[in-house]
């Protein structure tokens, strides 16, 4: 079994058989613009420096005095920075950071913002509604759409199990 890693392309195989199939899949990497990459970097960096000292800051205040929900809130953000000190070195990487912060905002955004806000009460100030469709459209800007549809829609599907095959040795 040959193992081999190609760390400019994030590609991990485990046979000799997959590493064919790897150096075709590899030639049709859409190209990714440097803008973009530096923009997920901005972006990683507001993260870890703005996020990360903020959550870092609740949690010594004062984690013991949360509400459990509280608790898991700032406890997931506080994880999200930690994450995205990989993203400014590797962003193309860790672009599932940055897909989930989409999904999360915009489920916050339809299911606990819009309801009150279109019953004309006033929304929950948990989170910035105008930051959170700004950011938003900002990291949709910046995300390589063709790379992402590339890299986990259209490349081969892991197997769930290898193939072992065992030698017996006779003496």
Not at 82 to 105: Q, S
Not at 121 to 127: A, G, K, L, R, S
């Amino acid at each position: 079994m040959k193992r081999m890693f190609d760390a400019n392309k994030d590609v991990f195989n485990a046979s000799v058989d997959s590493a064919d199939e790897n150096e075709l899949t590899q030639r049709n990497v859409p190209h990714v613009p440097l803008w973009k990459t530096w923009g997920l970097r901005v972006f990683f960096a507001g993260f870890v420096f703005v996020l990360g000292k903020n959550q870092l800051m609740y949690i010594l205040e004062g984690a013991s005095e949360w509400a459990p929900w509280r608790g898991l809130g700032h406890s997931m953000l506080f994880a999200l920075a930690f994450f995205a000190v990989g993203g400014l070195f590797r962003p193309l990487a860790f672009l599932p950071i940055m897909l989930y912060e989409i999904v999360w905002k915009a489920t916050w955004l339809v299911v606990v913002a819009l309801p009150p806000w279109l019953a004309g009460e006033q929304i929950p100030d948990v989170v910035s509604v105008k930051g959170s469709l700004i950011g938003i459209c900002l990291i949709a800007v910046v995300i390589p759409w063709k790379y992402v549809w590339w890299r986990y829609f259209s490349l081969p599907v892991e197997p769930w199990r290898r193939n072992s095959k065992v030698r017996h040795t006779s003496q």
